[in-house]
Structure formats: C-alpha cells, structure tokens
C-alpha cells in the first residue's frame, strides 16, 4: 500500500484537527483550527453546525496542501466528534437549528424528570444515567422548540453532519455510530438499537433518530462539490467513524479487557476497558459505552476540571505567591518539585477538585474544597494534594468497578495528555490504584482512531485491535507502583470517599 494515505478528523468542542497519516500509522500533515462557540444568554451554549463543515474542510485541505501529496492517494476519511450535545437536520440535510452543546444545561428539568421517572431503566438499558446528553435535549427542542421541532428529520451528532454534507445524504440516510448511543437516554446499548420501551415511555419519535451502524460502515462517497471544499478527489471513501472519547481509546490502544484509560487533560478522564456490560445502577458514576471493538465496553468517569485545577493553582496561588504572572509550562516541573518534598497523604491534607460541580455521580451543586489544613501546612502540602484527589476519584470509580465485574483482572493504565508528561502523579496515580502507569510515544490519539476507522472500512486494515495495539508503543518503562505506599494509601482512599459524602451533603443543604 505504498503512497495510500488515511485521513482522521475531530471535531472537538472548541477546535477541529485533522490528521493525514500513511498507512503505516506515521503522520503526514496535521492540522486545527479554532470552532466557534456562542453563548446567547447564561446557560445557553451553542454552535453552528456549518462551522464544524468549514473547519473540517480547511483543515483537510490545508494537511493535503502542506503534504503535497496527490489527494487521489487518499484512500478514505473518518471523523470523530464530541458526544454529548445533539444537532438537527431537516429532510435535506440541512440544519433546522444551531447545535445544542453538550455544555448548554438548558434540558436540566428535563434531565431531573427522566432521572425521577425513569431513571433506573435508562441506566440499565443504555449504560449511562440521565444526564446532559441526547434524550433531554430532544425533549426540551420538543417542549419549547415545537416549530423547529416538528421541522426536524433527524437529529445527528457533529461528525454525522459533516460526513453526512460530505457525501450529499439526504434525512433518510441519516446514521449514529454505536459509541455514542449510551449519551442518548434513549437506546439499548447491548442490542445496539434504539429502545422502543425507553421511546414510548419519554414520547420520543423514533423516526427522528438515525440509524444505527459500525464506526467503520461507510457511509458514502465524497461529492465532487464537497471534493472541492476539502480538496479531496471525488469518490474517497467516507466511513461512519465514532465518539472523541472511543477514537482516543483506539487510539491509545485500549482493546484489551483489564486496561485502564487516563486522559489527564483539562478534564480528568478514567475509563476501564471489560468484555463485560455491567451498568452502574448503584451509585449512578460510570457511565458504560461501547468501545469501537466489538464486544468490548468502556465503563467511564470523569472529573470536569481536574487537570485545569493545576493550571487554576499555578495561576492564582504559586505565580501569585512568586511574584509574577506567566504561563511557562516549566513552571509546573517547578510544583511538581515542590510536591515532591510533601510526604504521601499530604499530612492529612485532602483537596475536592470539583469546582464547577460533581460531574459523576451528578451532583452539580458541589465546588471545590480544601479539608484538614493547620499552620505546619504549606504551599507542597496543598499541591500534592490537588494531584492525589484525582488519584483518589480514581479509586472510587476503580472500586465501584471491582464490584460490577469483580474478576477484572487489571493490567496497566495508559496515560495520554498534558499530565501524562509529569512523573510524579503518574506514580501517585500507580501507588493509589496499584495499577502500572506507562505514556505512549504517539502524542495524537482520536485523529489516528479515526484514520484506523477508515481504513478498516478501506479494507486496509482487517483486525482493529491488533492493530491499534501495535501502533500504541509506550515511552519508557512503565511506572510501577510500590506496594507499601499502596497499602498506605488505602486509608486515604477511605477517608477521601467519606469527605465527598460529606461535602455532597452540606452542598446540596447550601443550594436550598
């Protein structure tokens, strides 16, 4: 397949990147740009679902162009797109209404009906409880939108509109990829459908919903109109292609039952990876969605600021502290020698690092806390503990784990994004799960599960897994952890998971 390339495209909340990568997994060209993003009144977020088209076709244009490669050397493209926010289309695909965003929290009565009404049968049929995702969005455009409402077809997410503009679908062909549909409220994760039950009971018409196929069915061919926007040549390929969050799995090579999944951005992501679909009924904090290998699932949580705690820290406590007001990333190696020199366990010091409020379970009235503190405690004692509360919300999504499928066998934790560089919390995170930590080499990862999306819809690629396996090499050795320090902090993990019941309460009291 010499000179056959692959082209992945997210379609993130705030930027989109594209990816040309050779058939041999190397990178070619990649490029982002920055999405629009529109907040009309307070708890209104919004975006035009044209921009994620014209930002996808600038960057793919712009990494053909850079390349210099022939586009007839392209042989197929997939995107992958955020999952939780919905958009709507009329039956010529065009959009009935802006993208209602994943972030925009106007569904929230919406979201307490379900949760009240039905809530224990969406968690077990889709895998996720009710949140701010698909099924109360849909709702609410039904409720207080009845005009734009009855002008939609079908309601797509992101890359469904793009790639569905791309190969000039009408509504009918309208299509969802299987790992979104935990976001819906509205499917059967294990039959891979929409939920009749689930539709009937909440008054949702299924004929509004896409179809439901594999990441990699393809779902048509590049137009020559569309060819001209993304100076591709007429015909590629387009597959179905996935959610962020499962091309980022693909991409780190998370196809192995027992591996766990960091994503230490801005966001803190855990995600487990099982042979298993054990919906978390009890506590309502993971939520379990489809991998893009079948038969595999990936139970997830996230915290939604907890890597943006170390930059709010750096910020407002060290540089302010020092003096001086700059972002340089090498100040953070500067607190991570200075978190060094606390002792395991903060002396008692524990941090919540939930300041915009508790994402999994869902308990948005909680903030930020921190709890313990004395006159001995300085400034290494409050950032170790900032790193070891995330460690220790890992171990109360690892626990709750272990009791939905208590003969997962645990391998490794495969660390991706910014934190991933600091060595120091990825031994904490290691000593506190009791679960070896290892980076990879590759430094972008949902553009590639994309692009392998496409090429196994290419024919390219027959076994995904093993693929992706192969292709995510680990930099270095792992970061084993140290059984007395784990055993150490068992004790903290407890007394951790007692504090946020504490503070879940007094929250909730504050907010009435």
């Given at each position: 397949?010499?000179?056959?390339?692959?082209?992945?495209?997210?379609?993130?909340?705030?930027?989109?990147?594209?990816?040309l990568?050779?058939?041999?997994?190397?990178?070619?060209?990649?490029?982002?740009?920055?999405?629009?993003?529109?907040?009309?009144?307070?708890?209104?977020?919004?975006?035009?679902?044209?921009?994620?088209?014209r930002?996808?076709?600038?960057?793919?244009?712009?990494?053909?162009?850079?390349?210099?490669?022939?586009?007839?050397?392209?042989?197929?493209?997939?995107?992958?797109?955020?999952?939780?926010?919905?958009?709507?289309?009329?039956?010529?695909?065009?959009?009935?209404?802006?993208?209602?965003?994943?972030?925009?929290?106007?569904?929230?009565?919406?979201?307490?009906?379900?949760?009240?009404?039905?809530?224990?049968?969406?968690?077990?049929?889709?895998?996720?409880?009710?949140?701010?995702?698909?099924?109360?969005?849909?709702?609410?455009w039904?409720?207080?939108?009845?005009?734009?409402?009855?002008?939609?077809?079908?309601?797509?997410m992101?890359?469904?509109?793009?790639?569905?503009?791309?190969?000039?679908?009408?509504?009918?062909?309208?299509?969802?990829?299987?790992?979104?549909?935990?976001?819906?409220?509205?499917?059967?994760?294990?039959?891979?459908?929409?939920?009749?039950?689930?539709?009937?009971?909440?008054?949702?018409?299924?004929?509004?919903?896409?179809?439901?196929?594999?990441?990699?069915h393809?779902?048509?061919?590049?137009?020559?109109?569309?060819?001209?926007?993304?100076?591709?040549?007429?015909?590629?390929?387009?597959?179905?292609?996935?959610?962020?969050?499962?091309?980022?799995?693909?991409?780190?090579?998370?196809?192995?039952?027992?591996?766990?999944?960091?994503?230490?951005?801005?966001?803190?992501?855990?995600?487990?990876?099982?042979?298993?679909?054990?919906?978390?009924?009890?506590?309502?904090?993971?939520?379990?969605?489809?991998?893009?290998?079948?038969?595999?699932?990936?139970?997830?949580?996230?915290?939604?600021?907890?890597?943006?705690?170390?930059?709010?820290?750096?910020?407002?406590?060290?540089?302010?502290?020092?003096?001086?007001?700059?972002?340089?990333?090498?100040?953070?190696?500067?607190?991570?020698?200075?978190?060094?020199?606390?002792?395991?366990?903060?002396?008692?010091?524990?941090?919540?690092?939930?300041?915009?409020?508790?994402?999994?379970?869902?308990?948005?009235?909680?903030?930020?806390?921190?709890?313990?503190?004395?006159?001995?405690?300085?400034?290494?004692?409050?950032?170790?503990?900032?790193?070891e509360?995330?460690?220790?919300?890992?171990?109360?999504?690892?626990?709750?784990?272990k009791?939905?499928?208590?003969?997962?066998?645990?391998?490794?934790?495969?660390?991706?994004?910014?934190?991933?560089?600091?060595?120091?919390?990825n031994?904490?995170?290691?000593?506190?799960?009791?679960?070896?930590?290892?980076?990879?080499?590759?430094?972008?990862?949902?553009?590639?599960?994309?692009?392998?999306?496409?090429?196994?819809?290419?024919?390219?690629?027959?076994?995904?897994?093993?693929?992706?396996?192969?292709?995510?090499?680990?930099d270095?050795?792992?970061?084993?952890?140290?059984?007395?320090?784990?055993?150490?902090?068992?004790?903290?993990?407890?007394?951790?998971?007692?504090?946020?019941?504490t503070?879940?309460?007094?929250?909730?009291?504050?907010?009435?």
């Open positions: 397949m010499a000179n056959k390339y692959l082209i992945g495209v997210d379609l993130g909340t705030s930027a989109t990147k594209a990816a990568y050779h058939v041999d997994g190397s990178l070619a060209a990649e490029i982002s740009t920055d999405v629009p993003i529109y907040y009309p009144e307070p708890g209104v977020v919004e975006q035009e679902n044209e921009d994620f088209y930002t996808a076709a600038q960057c793919v244009k712009t990494c053909l162009v850079q390349s210099g490669i022939d586009p007839k050397e392209v042989v197929a493209i997939a995107f992958d797109s955020q999952m939780a926010g919905v958009g709507a289309i009329d039956e010529n695909y065009e959009s009935v209404s802006r993208f209602d965003s994943w972030l925009d929290m106007r569904c929230e009565p919406q979201i307490k009906y379900l949760e009240e009404n039905y809530g224990e049968m969406i968690t077990n049929l889709t895998g996720c409880p009710p949140t701010c995702d698909h099924g109360p969005k849909i709702l609410w039904k409720t207080e939108r009845p005009d734009e409402y009855a002008r939609t077809a079908k309601f797509v992101p890359g469904g509109y793009v790639a569905g503009k791309m190969a000039g679908l009408n509504a009918d062909q309208a299509f969802i990829d299987y790992t979104y549909i935990h976001f819906s409220a509205l499917s059967n994760a294990v039959e891979g459908t929409w939920s009749k039950e689930i539709c009937d009971a909440v008054g949702v018409d299924m004929g509004r919903l896409p179809h439901i196929v594999e990441p990699w393809i779902v048509g061919e590049v137009t020559e109109e569309a060819a001209k926007d993304f100076g591709l040549s007429p015909g590629t390929l387009i597959a179905a292609g996935c959610g962020d969050t499962a091309a980022g799995a693909l991409g780190a090579g998370i196809v192995q039952p027992g591996m766990i999944f960091d994503t230490a951005g801005t966001a803190s992501v855990f995600a487990g990876c099982t042979d298993q679909y054990a919906p978390d009924i009890k506590n309502r904090a993971l939520l379990t969605m489809r991998s893009v290998i079948p038969g595999l699932w990936h139970p997830l949580a996230y915290i939604a600021g907890g890597g943006q705690a170390l930059t709010w820290f750096r910020d407002q406590f060290y540089n302010v502290y020092r003096g001086e007001t700059q972002e340089d990333q090498d100040l953070y190696a500067q607190l991570e020698e200075l978190a060094q020199k606390a002792p395991l366990g903060s002396s008692d010091l524990y941090f919540s690092p939930h300041l915009t409020g508790r994402i999994c379970p869902a308990t948005p009235e909680m903030r930020g806390a921190w709890v313990g503190f004395s006159f001995s405690h300085s400034q290494e004692h409050f950032y170790r503990a900032v790193l509360s995330v460690a220790y919300e890992y171990a109360y999504y690892l626990n709750i784990l009791e939905l499928i208590p003969k997962l066998n645990l391998t490794e934790a495969r660390v991706i994004g910014g934190g991933a560089q600091s060595n120091l919390w031994q904490i995170k290691a000593d506190v799960l009791g679960v070896p930590f290892v980076r990879l080499t590759r430094l972008e990862f949902g553009t590639w599960g994309a692009a392998m999306i496409a090429g196994k819809a290419a024919g390219i690629y027959d076994d995904l897994a093993q693929v992706a396996y192969e292709h995510a090499t680990l270095g050795k792992p970061v084993k952890p140290d059984k007395d320090n784990h055993d150490r902090y068992k004790i903290h993990v407890n007394h951790y998971i007692k504090l946020q019941e503070l879940a309460t007094t929250f909730r009291n504050f907010s009435r």
